[in-house]
């Protein structure tokens, strides 16, 4: 059976999970889905990255010990997950004791890319992030994330030799080895590559941030939250010796936010070389979300909680949204508005009443018996390589444009016009081609709508019609603000 293997980026808990996080969750449980469909055997991982000194100082702030504020944003993440309809088969935390110690395996068996030099530069908490002259020239000495000023830091840290594989990294990516989607992104990280990789420092001194994973044989030091995290791609595997590891590696597809993609299209490469084990297959680099066009804070007002639309829309009201809506290869900006548009038109009036249509006409005019259903089989290969290039909304297109086709046969078709004429075999034979249509839709749906595709399933696949009180997407009244 094929393995296949694709993971989340793991965000942070210095705060509850935003709506970003949330499409990201959704982006790699269309690729999960659809590979378990095609009958590969699949691992999907997620998880939340917990060291580091910004934990730590929002801990204190609370009250509270490092784990205990990590144990409590972290069950906001895995409830993210259960809302969604999430399909992972693993939640790492790099608090988990099997992660720590295969992080230290990982620091050990990259021995010979690490050196101890001192460091001086500009660093900011808030980022858990060093930062450049220049950066912190633009921003006037003070971190715009975070309103803060840059602490200047002079002290000795060890280092990774990231610079040793500027060649070899941009060589995998343009042979295509290692896939960047969308194009933008990859031309971003050769361009950053091309003016060479410089070395970086991979700890920080344990008198300054204790909360962190000791450096093997150095207690003095802590490894740095950044570099560590990313070695759970491949801990949640067992690496080095379960086998798993041995299974899974090298990861189908990896999914991240375009903030991070240095880390994960140079750093964590590097890292991989380093370790004389393959990179990842495919790295889909997404963009960020807006709220009626403005970056979403809490002083303005328009921070989005996944859990505010999927009480009014639902889970898969959610989903369609966030898939087919929001630019797959570009931002994308969230609407209430326009989510109340999408939902109306496309799910309730389009998707909706096609299936309530037919299987009232089914019921009215055939008892509810369904006739002998055709095979509608239609070319796939758009749909498909949509979904292999990330191009979600794209696929949800191709899917779309089954469902406005299927409407049209019916406005054409005119059954209950048929009826009238008592036709019962040509009817027959329409109504059959509606219900093998709608599963064929169906089948389509299950990586991005797996609730609405089951009960299409479930109303027409016993061979009579199985319709429930309520309709799949009810329509919604916006009231006026």
């Given at each position: 059976?094929?393995?296949?293997?694709?993971?989340?980026?793991?965000?942070?808990?210095?705060?509850?999970?935003?709506?970003?996080?949330?499409?990201?969750?959704?982006?790699?449980?269309?690729?999960?889905?659809?590979?378990?469909?095609?009958?590969?055997?699949?691992?999907?991982?997620?998880?939340?990255?917990?060291?580091?000194?910004?934990?730590?100082?929002?801990?204190?702030?609370?009250?509270?010990?490092?784990?205990?504020?990590?144990?409590?944003?972290?069950?906001?993440?895995?409830?993210?997950?259960?809302?969604?309809?999430?399909?992972?088969?693993?939640?790492?935390?790099?608090?988990?004791?099997?992660?720590?110690?295969?992080?230290?395996?990982?620091?050990?068996?990259?021995?010979?890319?690490?050196?101890?030099?001192?460091?001086?530069?500009?660093?900011?908490?808030?980022?858990?992030?060093?930062?450049?002259?220049?950066?912190?020239?633009?921003?006037?000495?003070?971190?715009?994330?975070?309103?803060?000023?840059?602490?200047?830091?002079?002290?000795?840290?060890?280092?990774?030799?990231?610079?040793?594989?500027?060649?070899?990294?941009?060589?995998?990516?343009?042979?295509?080895?290692?896939?960047?989607?969308p194009p933008s992104r990859r031309n971003e990280i050769l361009n950053v590559i091309k003016g060479g990789l410089t070395d970086i420092s991979i700890s920080r001194p344990a008198d300054k941030i204790k909360w962190g994973i000791p450096v093997p044989g150095d207690t003095h030091q802590v490894m740095y939250v950044?570099?560590?995290?990313?070695?759970?791609?491949?801990?949640?595997?067992?690496?080095?010796?379960?086998?798993?590891?041995?299974?899974?590696?090298?990861?189908?597809?990896?999914?991240?936010?375009?903030?991070?993609?240095?880390?994960?299209?140079?750093?964590?490469?590097?890292?991989?070389?380093?370790?004389?084990?393959?990179?990842?297959?495919?790295?889909?680099?997404?963009?960020?979300?807006?709220?009626?066009?403005?970056?979403?804070?809490?002083?303005?007002?328009?921070?989005?909680?996944?859990?505010?639309?999927?009480?009014?829309?639902?889970?898969?009201?959610?989903?369609?949204?966030?898939?087919?809506?929001?630019?797959?290869?570009?931002?994308?900006?969230?609407?209430?508005?326009?989510?109340?548009?999408?939902?109306?038109?496309?799910?309730?009036?389009?998707?909706?009443?096609?299936?309530?249509?037919?299987?009232?006409?089914?019921?009215?005019?055939?008892?509810?018996?369904?006739?002998?259903?055709?095979?509608?089989?239609?070319?796939?290969?758009?749909?498909?390589?949509?979904?292999?290039?990330?191009?979600?909304?794209?696929?949800?297109?191709?899917?779309?444009?089954?469902?406005?086709?299927?409407?049209?046969?019916?406005?054409?078709?005119?059954?209950?016009?048929?009826?009238?004429?008592?036709?019962?075999?040509?009817?027959?034979?329409?109504?059959?081609?509606?219900?093998?249509?709608?599963?064929?839709?169906?089948?389509?749906?299950?990586?991005?709508?797996?609730?609405?595709?089951?009960?299409?399933?479930?109303?027409?696949?016993?061979?009579?019609?199985?319709?429930?009180?309520?309709?799949?997407?009810?329509?919604?009244?916006?009231?006026?603000?």
């Amino acid at each position: 059976m094929p393995k296949y293997f694709v993971t989340t980026s793991i965000p942070y808990v210095n705060a509850e999970p935003h709506i970003g996080f949330a499409m990201e969750l959704l982006y790699a449980d269309v690729l999960a889905r659809r590979a378990r469909q095609m009958g590969d055997e699949v691992v999907f991982s997620t998880g939340t990255d917990e060291h580091g000194g910004k934990i730590a100082e929002k801990a204190e702030e609370l009250g509270l010990k490092p784990k205990e504020f990590a144990d409590k944003i972290s069950k906001h993440f895995e409830a993210l997950g259960d809302l969604l309809n999430i399909s992972n088969d693993r939640f790492i935390r790099t608090t988990d004791e099997g992660h720590e110690e295969r992080a230290k395996l990982i620091w050990k068996a990259l021995k010979k890319d690490i050196y101890k030099g001192k460091y001086t530069g500009w660093y900011c908490t808030g980022d858990e992030a060093f930062f450049t002259e220049t950066e912190v020239k633009a921003n006037n000495g003070v971190c715009p994330n975070h309103n803060r000023p840059y602490e200047k830091i002079e002290e000795e840290n060890y280092f990774f030799k990231l610079s040793n594989y500027s060649q070899e990294i941009a060589k995998y990516i343009n042979d295509n080895r290692f896939t960047i989607v969308p194009p933008s992104r990859r031309n971003e990280i050769l361009n950053v590559i091309k003016g060479g990789l410089t070395d970086i420092s991979i700890s920080r001194p344990a008198d300054k941030i204790k909360w962190g994973i000791p450096v093997p044989g150095d207690t003095h030091q802590v490894m740095y939250v950044w570099f560590e995290a990313l070695m759970n791609y491949i801990t949640v595997l067992g690496y080095p010796e379960h086998q798993d590891f041995k299974n899974f590696w090298p990861a189908n597809v990896q999914v991240i936010g375009k903030d991070i993609l240095r880390f994960h299209a140079a750093i964590w490469p590097a890292m991989l070389l380093s370790l004389g084990i393959a990179l990842p297959k495919q790295l889909y680099v997404h963009g960020h979300i807006t709220s009626d066009g403005k970056k979403m804070s809490k002083t303005l007002g328009n921070v989005i909680k996944p859990a505010d639309i999927v009480d009014i829309y639902g889970v898969d009201g959610f989903r369609y949204y966030f898939l087919r809506h929001i630019p797959s290869y570009e931002d994308g900006d969230f609407s209430w508005d326009r989510l109340a548009a999408a939902y109306n038109n496309e799910l309730a009036n389009e998707l909706g009443n096609a299936v309530q249509r037919t299987a009232a006409m089914i019921n009215q005019f055939q008892d509810g018996i369904i006739g002998v259903t055709p095979d509608v089989g239609h070319d796939l290969a758009q749909y498909e390589e949509a979904i292999t290039l990330c191009k979600f909304d794209r696929a949800l297109d191709e899917v779309w444009e089954q469902i406005r086709g299927l409407n049209q046969y019916i406005d054409e078709e005119k059954p209950w016009v048929i009826a009238k004429d008592d036709d019962a075999d040509h009817l027959r034979t329409v109504l059959a081609y509606q219900v093998s249509t709608l599963m064929n839709i169906a089948n389509l749906l299950v990586p991005f709508l797996p609730d609405t595709a089951d009960k299409i399933r479930a109303i027409f696949q016993a061979g009579t019609v199985q319709l429930g009180e309520t309709t799949l997407f009810p329509r919604i009244e916006v009231k006026e603000a």
